[in-house]
């Protein structure tokens, strides 16, 4: 029995030792987000993400059920690709496994969820409406990922017809709470509700609607807000004149905002590209 009892006590100082590691790693990854999300230099990014990529995949293989990781994993692979990878392969490459990523997560926690997204809509649909508010940072994970993964892959149909999946994820995400992320959903959505003109279908003022809230909730912070709103509302309707007062306000505002500094340095510099372009566009 004293042998049995010490065999007991050791596997609970293990199994706290591997909670402890698992803890520390997790957080190492958040750091690592952090530090990248406040660099001001994207060619240092550029440079030295790829190393930080390996290091996530081996947290990862160590810890294959750890949420924390693959979600870190995910957003650093979506991030990187989405701001610096211009090879179509290469980049489908890396969205593929940014959405691995985030679907392992979810199949850890939301089987339903998990088991409908090779489904229908409305099956999809209904697995999402029973999640709940403690859900919401898988859900927005996983929309943000499988949203890159569609925009990599938008010359494949099928890639494309995942876009309603997307969508719903995101209203979701609003419904649950649309504050989180400080309205990085109503972003994603102003986005996907410019693709399609009026003419066709679309309904921008729906989109416009979408980008303004993210605007307020994001107190003017986020700079890509601006740049989205302008590339893909502003350009779709035709309006010139809100295309370059919001790019003019990305150029006059400042960058350096904790968890923004790289996305605004990533948005002047795309600003001052649509600005120039401007006057043939219109």
């Not at 986005?191 to 279908?201: D, E, F, M, T």
Request: hydrophobic content about 45%.
């Amino acid at each position: 029995m004293k042998l049995l009892l010490t065999g007991i006590a050791v596997l609970l100082s293990l199994t706290g030792c591997a909670s402890m590691v698992s803890s520390a790693t997790s957080k190492m990854a958040d750091n690592i987000s952090l530090a990248i999300q406040n660099q001001d230099d994207p060619g240092t990014v550029r440079d030295g993400a790829p190393a930080y990529l390996l290091m996530i995949d081996g947290l990862i293989e160590g810890d294959p059920q750890n949420e924390d990781l693959l979600l870190a994993g995910s957003k650093l692979y979506g991030s990187y690709t989405s701001a610096f990878v211009a090879d179509e392969l290469r980049a489908q490459r890396l969205a593929s496994k940014s959405l691995a990523y985030a679907r392992r997560a979810v199949c850890l926690d939301l089987e339903a969820v998990c088991l409908a997204s090779a489904q229908k809509l409305e099956v999809f649909t209904a697995s999402i409406d029973d999640t709940s508010r403690s859900d919401l940072k898988l859900l927005y994970a996983y929309a943000v990922a499988w949203a890159g993964w569609v925009q990599i892959n938008s010359a494949d149909w099928n890639a494309v017809a995942d876009l309603a999946k997307v969508t719903a994820l995101f209203e979701r995400c609003l419904e649950l709470d649309e504050t989180y992320d400080r309205g990085g959903a109503h972003l994603y959505l102003g986005v996907i509700k410019s693709l399609l003109p009026a003419a066709l279908g679309g309904k921008p003022e729906v989109a416009r609607a979408h980008f303004e809230r993210a605007r307020s909730l994001s107190a003017g912070e986020n700079l890509m807000v601006n740049v989205l709103m302008a590339k893909h509302y502003a350009r779709a309707v035709y309006d010139q004149e809100l295309h370059d007062q919001l790019l003019l306000e990305v150029q006059m505002a400042e960058s350096d905002y904790p968890g923004y500094t790289l996305i605004n340095t990533l948005a002047k510099r795309e600003a001052d590209q649509l600005l120039a372009e401007s006057a043939d566009f219109f």
